[in-house]
T-cell receptor
Framework: GAGVSQSPSNKVTEKGKDVELRCDPI?????LYWYRQRLGQGLEFLIY????????KSGLPSDRFSAERTGESVSTLTIQRTQQEDSAVYLC???????????FGPGTRLTVL | GESVGLHLPTLSVQEGDNSIINCAYS??????FIWYKQESGKGPQFIID?????DKRQGQRVTVLLNKTVKHLSLQIAATQPGDSAVYFC??????????????FGTGTRLQVTL
């Protein structure tokens, strides 16, 4: 596609369940980023990938959060044993290389009941 | 996506007027700054950027001003249009320390354009 796509667009889950969020970056973009956006707040950096490697995982809030990227393309963000405070919009972005403009997807709205 | 910022500071301007959105950044080591526009249900969209060796940069209808002394950034939108209604975020990072990937975002300002 022409832009970054994310799925699902909305996810409602019960506390304690695991969820997987998917990001399809722009074709040819080597860098991929995950952010979290809580209601009324700015974006919070979670993790980024250069190729399939994640040089900086410092933004992941806890060990319940993990992410992987394969084929220098699709990435999945996994949240295990979800908590209510995990409710947020999770945004993915990609860029041609690390120091280039980041293009954002529409986000996945996660609601943990 | 989801609309964001129900509790964000809001700037209301009349169509045709100029808008000024302000942002205070915290890291004196930041040397690269970006303004993003986020419409309801969409991801942020790049508007304009500026490096720390400049204090002003102009785009189409937008101007970014940087005051490093007081760590202040502003976005000026000329002749504001209804389509400019959105939440605007500033973001900062440091290119020199190799952490350009790690953008730090402000909390955002909602711009409402009235007819």
């Amino acid at each position: 596609g022409a832009g970054v796509s994310q799925s699902p667009s909305n996810k409602v889950t019960e506390k304690g369940k695991d969820v997987e969020l998917r990001c399809d970056p722009i074709s040819g973009h080597t860098a991929l980023y995950w952010y979290r956006q809580r209601l009324g707040q700015g974006l919070e950096f979670l993790i980024y990938f250069q190729g399939n490697s994640a040089p900086d995982k410092s933004g992941l809030p806890s060990d319940r959060f993990s992410a992987e990227r394969t084929g220098e393309s699709v990435s999945t963000l996994t949240i295990q044993r979800t908590q209510q405070e995990d409710s947020a919009v999770y945004l993915c972005a990609s860029s041609f290389t690390v120091n280039n403009e980041q293009f954002f997807g529409p986000g996945t709205r996660l609601t943990v009941l | 996506g989801e609309s964001v910022g129900l509790h964000l500071p809001t700037l209301s301007v009349q169509e045709g007027d100029n808008s000024i959105i302000n942002c205070a950044y915290s890291n004196s080591a930041s040397d690269y700054f970006i303004w993003y526009k986020q419409e309801s249900g969409k991801g942020p969209q790049f508007i304009i950027d500026i490096r720390s060796n400049m204090d002003k940069r102009q785009g189409q209808r937008v101007t970014v001003l940087l005051n490093k002394t007081v760590k202040h950034l502003s976005l000026q939108i000329a002749a504001t249009q209804p389509g400019d209604s959105a939440v605007y975020f500033c973001a900062e990072t440091s290119m020199n320390t190799g952490t350009a990937s790690k953008l730090t975002f402000g909390t955002g300002t909602r711009l409402q354009v009235t007819l």
